[in-house]
């Protein structure tokens, strides 16, 4: 199993960030955290990169399980969501395989939960 699932798209950079929060609100995720990393290495490394946006997404009800499971399993939250835009073209999204993350977790109570925030992402992935 691979640590990440991942989809080619067409369309904009902006296109497919803005379908990408859609499909996550339709599965109770909410974007609350962005870091643009083309801009920080502009602006610390004084290098011209291509869009890449890491998205912290949350879905707060699961988040809220999993914290009463394992208290700090917030070290691995929130889910990434990552888009970046290829230099040859496209744009490809990837997210987080919880399964795999939260396998490092010595606690066989969060399996149920990291299964439930992958089937999710895998259907947001899946219907961009």
């Known amino acids: 199993m691979s640590y990440n ?3 080619k798209m067409d369309g ?5 960030i803005k379908k990408v929060t859609e499909e996550l609100k339709k599965e109770g995720f909410e974007i609350i955290s962005e870091i643009d990393l083309k ?4 602006e610390k490394l004084n290098v011209d990169f291509r869009n890449y946006k890491i998205l912290g997404a949350c ?3 699961l988040a809220y399980k999993a914290i009463e499971q394992e208290d700090k399993i ?3 939250l929130p889910c990434n969501i990552l888009v970046q835009e ?3 073209g496209g744009v490809e999204v990837s997210a987080i395989n919880p399964l795999e993350s939260m ?3 010595n606690n066989a109570n969060l399996q149920s939960i990291a299964a439930e925030v992958s089937g999710k992402l895998k259907m947001v992935i899946e219907r961009l």
């Not at 801009?39 to 502009?42: A, E, L, R, V």
Request: proline share 4%; net charge negative; no cysteine.
């Open 5 to 7: 699932i991942s989809k």
């Open 12 to 16: 904009t950079f902006d296109e497919v």
């Open 39 to 42: 801009d920080k290495f502009k």
């Open 59 to 61: 879905n707060p009800a």
């Open 74 to 76: 917030g070290t691995m």
């Open 86 to 88: 290829h230099e040859t």
């Open 103 to 105: 396998g490092a977790v």
